[in-house]
């Protein structure tokens, strides 16, 4: 059974980084794209970037040059780096197992982080 | 990006009626390979997003048979037919054809 875990501080201040784990455990992050969405306040999702079983990765434009996806194979962990963090930032954010067959198949129960002074 | 119209954006429903979802795209979401892709999930309260729908009509593993998917091009539904307590929740259409991925607005199933 394919499972993940996000971790990471439920704070963050405006203008700094928020940096999130997650955690895989069953299947190795070095086959198929694992991708971090996020949902707002009330119901909006959005789509973050993945990266993929190479270590590529594509990002959504509209984080433009804020965002980073990396992971550490060894560990079995990816990683998600957003920068200059405003309050619109705050959200829940999940870590999920994109399928070949095109859809998110597996996510993580999803870290809530909210940005404030 | 390819903005995702979701309507209603609240279904006030009774147990055991239908339920029907719109998922319109602003651009077609046939891939180049012959496929298309547009998924359906359903986020109940407090819980992660599941997978329901997947290449407009595919049923995920276990989810029940009251799910379909129909559409093409830019055009897509998914009906329950019978609608059970278990079914309520929020239900988005996302698109995985092109990039960035993108959702639409969700429909709250609810009961009425």
């Known amino acids: 059974e394919v499972q993940l875990q996000e971790s990471g501080p439920g704070l963050v201040k405006p203008s700094q980084s928020l940096s999130l784990t997650c955690s895989v455990t069953?299947?190795?992050?070095?086959?198929?794209?694992w991708g971090w969405i996020r949902k707002f306040p009330g119901n909006k999702m959005e789509w973050m970037g993945y990266?993929?079983?190479?270590?590529?990765?594509s990002y959504n434009p509209s984080l433009k040059s804020r965002i980073s996806i990396t992971r550490d194979t060894s560990k079995n962990q990816f990683f998600l780096q957003l920068n200059s963090v405003t309050t619109e930032d705050t959200a829940t954010y999940y870590c999920?197992?994109?399928?070949?067959?095109?859809?998110?198949?597996?996510w993580g129960q999803g870290v809530m982080v909210t940005v404030s002074s | 990006d390819v903005v995702m119209t979701q309507t209603p954006l609240s279904l006030p429903i009774s147990l055991g009626d239908q339920a029907s979802f719109s998922c319109r795209s602003s651009?077609?979401?046939?891939?180049?390979?012959?496929?298309?892709?547009l998924a359906w999930y359903l986020q109940k309260s407090g819980l992660s997003p599941q997978i329901l729908i997947y290449?407009?009509?595919n049923r995920f593993s276990g989810v029940p048979d009251r799910f379909s998917g129909s559409g093409s091009g830019t055009d897509f539904t998914l009906k329950i037919s019978r609608v059970e307590p278990e079914d309520l929740g929020v239900y988005y259409c996302l698109q995985h054809t092109h990039l960035p991925n993108t959702f639409g607005a969700g429909t709250k199933l609810e009961l009425k």
């Open positions: 999920a197992r994109y399928y070949y067959d095109g859809y998110y198949r597996d």
């Open positions: 290449r407009i009509s």
């Open positions: 069953g299947y190795s992050i070095t086959s198929n794209y």
């Open positions: 990266i993929s079983y190479s270590g590529s990765t």
């Open positions: 651009q077609s979401l046939l891939h180049s390979n012959g496929n298309t892709y």
